[in-house]
């Protein structure tokens, strides 16, 4: 682990820089933060860690004065101080980078860093604008290019300007809310280096995640939050994943390779299943998403799509499953060239998909968590018999998928939007499960559960695969990847930089070919 | 100390949200009494009187009867709409539509009797889907707001129907030189002046609310109304979905217009509407998406526009009555989102 050369040394008997007293805060039925309490020293790294819907964001939410608690205390500095809106906060010197960035996208970078700022000199040109931009970005050691649109930018480069924005606003405390999670392993060690650089004069990081290793490396102290409350703060130094884990959940997790198959599981098909060759596609806006793309999925395995978000892989995971058509190249299920894409041809064939944006595509929201569950099976008996819909039949095929799929339901006429993400992305699993007898592709399955909830839908793919279906699994965890997948393919930029076999896998490899590099091109080593 | 506060909740019971209304209503009623009493009327007497008059004498209830036919119907057919996820604001002109072809089969075709009837019914709804082709067409392929085509084509079809009326179809010599002459073809009455064209409607109202819950294209047209990428999700033909669906949507005004003129007025004539196709956004925005509540929507729509008019008879303006009628819907939303929330207490 690296330490950092300069670190900060605390004045004894210096105020902590945020204080948090007995923070609660309440919603429609539910307690967000209760007890909550945290204390960051200047100088300090301090991770938030806990499950999705352990109360972080909403307690990172009142210190930027966001929300207002119901009770507690926000101490800054030693005084106490309530924000009633986030320029408040900001002006307390406490700025926060959402995971969703909020720049604006047509403006150029000097413009965003300008935008809404008190300091924003009245009558100011372009290029003065910039040059005050440059200026800033010398002062924290941050890369930008002034001139640039946000469009022409990468994710890590916009997350740079984010927090550049945060820093010029003179932010002596930066919370970052899961800021690792969009960018490649190369721009996560250069973001480190940043954020160490910034605690060494004296500020504090508050850095939101749920990924346990990242935690441990950049970390000094850990705060864990559990079901609205605190579950304790711990020194990074006397931590193990497994302790960590362990604190989040409240029980102990095992993070284990599940590519062993059971006695009885189904073998890997010699022959592909489903097949692309060449296959282009075009995105929305017409521009071309995927560049002639290859891949052989075989009956009973786990290929693994590793990459960082938006490098093509929303279109590949529609073009599997036929929602979206191929421009060139050829499509095969079962040796067959499929000529017209159509979606409900290829449920028809037996493929399902978890599709990444599961409310604004998987599902109708405003409709019920029947009418949601039965949406590949409403066409065939039970649910249809002679084009009459049985809503009856409808409701146990619906009861039926929300038992398997664990999640308890009060009423079933309730629209799907009033569930939490987690049980929707349960139900929708558990639905494209039933369906998908040859192929399922899941783009991000876990995305959005907590740890526990995580688990079992890996260990349902893990049951399908087993039982002789083909699973192709978009992640971008690595981890994920890397316990479940037999191959992985990496895709950059709408190609596939190469597969590998999971048995000869080399991390810092696929994080290369993450970052564009084809296969083999890393050097020697491999040669 | 407990100390309470509001928390809302994301559904609603069908009870809460009836007894909203109820309460809405009522609470309309009071204000408007309490205007009524500063003006110096007698507001118990008044409503004595509407009520009486209405509901208490079998004339009343015969014009409710022929008021709630247009209104369930272009309600339905703005319901409809909305079931796809369109707004058909257009039900005015379809209703005009529907009411012009029926009044040329009725005047010109040569056809007796009942068989006049089925082609003036015919003609109506296809007057009235001819009339949203347009917009359907645009929607489904140009993505154009069916909002602004179907309210424009409107004051088409109005200026239209006021153009036949008072000169090419006009009764030559008649009294008042603005009707087309009477058409022969007349839906039997039932009971009073009410004819069947009620029955027909009710039926329709069912009939759809059975086509959208009991068939699988109902359950299509629900999910793409929901969220079209649903649609596109699953492989359903949401285009056709969505032509077939407003083409419906505008019969249904259309076939309104058809029972007005062959069961109401038999002639036609500038204003023949009431501004039944208007009313009927309202209705359906009452009914909240259901077809059978269009029914209920209907009926109070109806029975407050005829207290409207026994309270003009009462010396009431109609700006007056227009105010009520607002209050009532107006209280009757906020009743509607209110129904959402309950009262917590909060221990402490």
């Known amino acids: 682990m690296t330490e950092p050369s300069h670190r900060y040394v605390v004045p004894t008997g210096a105020a902590p820089l945020v204080q948090l007293k007995g923070i609660a805060k309440y919603f429609p039925g539910v307690i967000a933060n209760q007890d909550v309490d945290l204390e960051v020293m200047p100088g300090e790294i301090h991770a938030l860690l806990g499950e999705n819907g352990a109360g972080k964001s909403t307690l990172m939410n009142i210190l930027t004065g966001i929300y207002q608690p119901d009770a507690g205390e926000i101490i800054i500095d030693g005084y106490a101080c309530q924000f009633a809106s986030p320029v408040q906060a900001i002006a307390a010197g406490i700025g926060m980078v959402h995971q969703h960035f909020k720049l604006v996208n047509a403006f150029t970078v000097a413009e965003n860093i300008h935008l809404g700022w008190s300091e924003t000199p009245r009558r100011a040109s372009a290029p003065a604008l910039e040059e005050r931009t440059a200026a800033l970005a010398q002062k924290f050691n941050l890369q930008v290019k002034p001139s640039a649109r946000i469009t022409e930018l990468s994710t890590g480069e916009q997350q740079r300007v984010e927090i550049l924005r945060v820093l010029a606003r003179k932010a002596r405390v930066l919370i970052l809310d899961e800021p690792t999670a969009v960018l490649t392993p190369a721009e996560a060690r250069e973001l480190f280096k940043a954020l160490r650089d910034f605690v060494s004069t004296g500020n504090a990081v508050i850095f939101i995640s749920h990924k346990l290793d990242e935690v441990l490396e950049i970390s000094d102290r850990i705060t864990i939050l559990r079901g609205g409350r605190k579950a304790g703060t711990e020194l990074a130094a006397d931590c193990t994943p497994a302790k960590l884990a362990r604190l989040m959940v409240g029980r102990d997790i095992v993070l284990a390779d599940m590519r062993a198959r059971p006695p009885g599981a189904a073998a890997v098909s010699s022959s592909p299943v489903l097949r692309l060759r060449d296959v282009s596609v075009l995105n929305d806006n017409g521009h071309t998403a995927l560049h002639g793309i290859s891949l052989d999925v075989r009956a009973g395995e786990i290929l693994g799509i590793a990459g960082v978000a938006g490098n093509g892989q929303r279109e590949l995971s529609q073009v599997l499953t036929g929602t979206r058509p191929a421009a060139t190249g050829v499509i095969e299920i079962d040796g067959h060239a499929i000529a017209h894409a159509n979606a409900a041809d290829f449920v028809r064939r037996g493929i399902g998909h978890i599709p990444e944006d599961r409310l604004h595509s998987g599902l109708a929201p405003g409709l019920s968590i029947t009418a949601n569950a039965v949406m590949r099976e409403y066409a065939k008996p039970p649910v249809t018999i002679a084009g009459i819909f049985r809503p009856r039949a409808a409701k146990a095929l619906a009861r039926q998928i929300a038992s398997v799929a664990d999640v308890a339901i009060p009423d079933f006429a309730m629209p799907i939007r009033n569930l939490s993400g987690g049980n929707q992305q349960r139900l929708v699993a558990r639905r494209e499960m039933r369906i998908a007898s040859k192929i399922l592709v899941a783009a991000y399955p876990s995305r959005g559960l907590d740890v526990g909830a995580i688990n079992t839908m890996l260990r349902y793919i893990v049951d399908l695969r087993n039982a002789g279906a083909g699973i192709v699994l978009i992640s971008e965890e690595l981890e994920e990847l890397l316990n479940l997948s037999d191959r992985i393919a990496v895709l950059y930029e709408g190609r596939i930089m190469g597969v590998l076999d999971n048995d000869r896998v080399d991390i810092d490899e696929i994080g290369l070919m993450m970052g564009g590099r084809l296969r083999g091109e890393k050097g020697a080593a491999h040669g | ?348």
């Open chain 2, 1 to 348: 100390m407990a100390d309470f506060r509001l928390q809302r909740l994301p559904s609603t019971t069908p009870a809460a949200a009836l007894g909203a209304r109820i309460l809405a209503i009522a609470l309309a009623l009071v204000i408007a009494g309490v205007i009524l009493a500063f003006v110096g009327k007698n507001p118990l007497a008044l409503g004595l009187q509407v009520v009486t008059s209405s509901l208490g004498s079998s004339f009343g209830l015969e014009d409710l009867g022929l008021l709630v036919i247009p209104l369930i119907l272009t309600g339905l057919s703005v319901t409809v709409a909305q079931q796809i996820g369109a707004w058909n604001i257009g039900a005015e002109g379809q209703f005009y539509a529907g009411a012009f072809a029926a009044s040329a089969v009725g005047l010109f075709a040569p056809l007796s009797g009942g068989w006049s009837l089925v082609g003036m019914g015919v003609a109506g709804a296809f007057g009235g889907l001819v009339w949203i082709l347009i917009p359907a067409l645009a929607r489904a392929y140009a993505n154009v707001n069916e909002l602004i085509t179907t309210l424009l084509l409107n004051f088409v079809a109005i200026l239209l129907v006021y153009y036949v009326s008072t000169d090419a179809w006009r009764e030559r010599g008649g009294v008042a030189n603005s009707a087309t002459p009477r058409i022969k073809a007349e839906i039997p009455e039932f009971w009073g002046l009410v004819h069947w064209g009620l029955p027909i409607a009710v039926l329709l109202a069912l009939a759809m609310a059975g086509l959208l819950a009991f068939t699988r294209w109902g359950y299509e047209v629900r999910l793409i109304g929901s969220n079209p990428a649903a649609g596109k999700y699953l492989g359903i033909a949401a285009r056709r979905h969505l032509i077939t669906v407003m083409l419906i949507s505008g019969a249904i005004a259309g076939l309104a217009g058809m029972l007005e003129i062959a069961g109401t007025v038999h002639r036609l004539q500038g204003g023949i509407s009431n501004n039944y196709g208007y009313l009927g956004i309202m209705v359906a925005v009452l009914a909240r998406g259901s077809s059978i509540g269009v029914i209920f929507a209907a009926a109070l729509m109806a029975f407050i526009l005829n207290s409207g008019i026994i309270l003009q008879t009462q010396g009431l303006t109609t700006s007056t009555v227009l105010a009520i009628t607002g209050l009532i819907l107006f209280l009757t939303a906020i009743g509607d989102e209110l129904s959402h929330y309950r009262v917590v207490r909060d221990k402490s």
